[in-house]
């Protein structure tokens, strides 16, 4: 089982339409959590981090359960310039960042 | 600012041939990673600097790889007896003291051994 784990997608979304990713990590002990973007054939970019109470960040949601060891990002009124490649990434105990394999959003005019 | 830049920005070359790449982080970043990132996948953690020092060499897959930074600043990742599988686009990213800082990303070298 991966550490880090999210539906590779893609998903295809109209514009305007509301869009959500989940992912999953394994290890129990992981201490911050992270949504990455990375554009096609660029490096990854920090969207935001994400903590136990939920954040928000204009059209981004992003929430933690702790529980359940699962994360979500939410996406509203996307945009055309949202289509991207969405990473989720976990930081272990040892500080070192474990990264999914990335959900590709593809938005549709 | 300049961001982390790295070079070359492509760079092919046969099996069982040597290979250097290199990163220049931010200016006064102290702490300097390399991440390694096949097509369809995340990044996968290679090697962590703090300032000239490897303090975390966990990821290296195997004793070809290895990783330098000499002045505290530039970063060279070598790589010898290259193989197929060692494709990919190696990608470093630095941040400001440590781990616990935001990391910026350089655009990556793309390897490709034939």
């Known amino acids: 089982r991966k550490e880090v784990e999210q539906d590779p997608g893609p998903f295809n979304v109209p514009e305007g339409a509301t869009v959500a990713f989940n992912c999953t990590y394994s290890?129990?002990?992981?201490?911050?959590f992270f949504w990455y973007r990375q554009d096609c054939r660029k490096e990854p970019k920090l969207l935001m981090s994400v903590y136990s109470s939920g954040n928000e960040d204009g059209r981004f949601t992003a929430q933690l359960n702790r529980a359940s060891q699962y994360i979500s990002l939410l996406i509203r009124d996307s945009k055309l310039s949202d289509s991207a490649t969405y990473l989720c990434?976990?930081?272990?105990?040892?500080?070192?960042?474990?990264w999914g394999a990335g959900t590709k959003l593809i938005i549709k005019p | 600012g300049a961001g982390v830049s790295q070079t070359p920005s492509n760079k092919v070359t046969e099996k069982g041939k040597y290979v250097e790449l290199r990163c220049d982080p931010i200016?006064?970043?102290?702490?300097l990673y390399w991440y390694r990132q096949s097509l369809g996948q995340g990044p996968e953690f290679l090697i962590y600097?703090?300032?000239?020092?490897?303090?975390?060499d966990s990821g290296l897959p195997n004793d070809r790889f290895f990783a330098v930074r000499p002045e505290g600043s530039v970063s060279t990742l070598k790589i010898q007896r290259t193989e197929r599988g060692d494709s990919a686009v190696y990608l470093c990213?630095?941040?400001?003291?440590?781990?616990?800082?935001?990391?910026?990303f350089g655009p990556g070298t793309r390897l490709t051994v034939l």
């Open positions: 990434v976990v930081e272990d105990s040892n500080y070192q960042l474990i």
């Open positions: 290890n129990s002990a992981s201490q911050s």
């Open positions: 990213a630095s941040s400001l003291t440590g781990r616990t800082n935001e990391q910026f």
């Open positions: 200016s006064g970043h102290t702490a």
């Open positions: 600097f703090q300032g000239t020092g490897a303090a975390d």
